[in-house]
């Protein structure tokens, strides 16, 4: 609250001029952000930690590389996010000599999502599920982070490479780590690209011009 305080003398009948004193009371304004900040420490819940589940190699010896190398190779997608907001990608091992093993899609709706979504649509279609347990309060928060991470952590999970060319920018980059949260992608990793990957966009550029131009055993 704000007080004005006056003070004058009249003499031979004529007034001085009034002095007034400012005096502001900054205590409402206190108490009223005492109670903004209690308000929202109750309303408000701190955010939890996201984590991810890292595969480690088997110790199982009879588990042979071939064998591993098989598994990774039927799971594996390779992003490659290009000029122009276009994503390359190819699925399991890169296919020099065939030029259309390299596809071209985008970040919209029914592109990159579209892709992960039918890669990974057995566990979408299950956190979908605990979902519903969640919102109708069947599980705690508890119950289905725990449960969420067991359907994430299958071996039949999809694992996304993600590659950058000098053409692609940094939202390219923020929009497809947003899509494998979006698709429930739990294992994913952001790797250099490679000599090889650059000769595959310049062979489907070129409608296979350059196949058989490259050295495989050098990549």
């Known amino acids: 609250m704000a007080e004005i305080q006056e003070s004058g003398n009249k003499k031979g009948g004529k007034s001085k001029q009034k002095k007034m004193t400012v005096r502001v009371d900054f205590t409402p304004m206190v108490d009223m ?15 939890k930690p996201q984590t991810m589940e890292i595969s480690m190699p088997s110790n199982d010896k009879k588990i042979t590389e071939e064998d591993q190398t098989k598994v990774a190779e039927s ?10 907001d276009k994503v390359y990608y190819y699925v399991g091992l890169p296919d020099y000599n065939d030029y259309t093993s390299l596809k071209v899609t985008t970040y919209d709706a029914d592109g990159l999502r579209a892709l992960l979504l039918d890669r ?8 979908k599920e605990l979902k519903k347990k969640k919102l109708n309060k069947e599980i705690t928060d508890e119950q289905y982070d ?10 039949t999970a999809p694992v996304v490479m993600i590659k950058a060319t000098d053409d692609a920018t940094y939202k390219n980059l923020v929009d497809a780590l947003d899509e494998m949260q979006i698709c429930s992608i739990s294992k994913y990793a952001i790797v250099d690209l490679t000599e090889g990957d650059e000769f595959l966009i310049d062979n489907l550029k070129q409608k296979g011009a350059l196949t058989g131009q490259i050295d495989e055993s050098k990549l």
């Open 146 to 155: 725990e449960q969420a991470i067991e359907i994430k952590g299958v071996k």
């Open 120 to 127: 990974n649509r057995d566990i979408v279609a299950k956190i």
């Open 75 to 84: 799971r594996a997608i390779t992003l490659i996010l290009g000029e122009d």
């Open 33 to 47: 952000n005492m109670l903004l900040i209690t308000f929202f420490m109750l309303c408000t819940s701190l955010s």
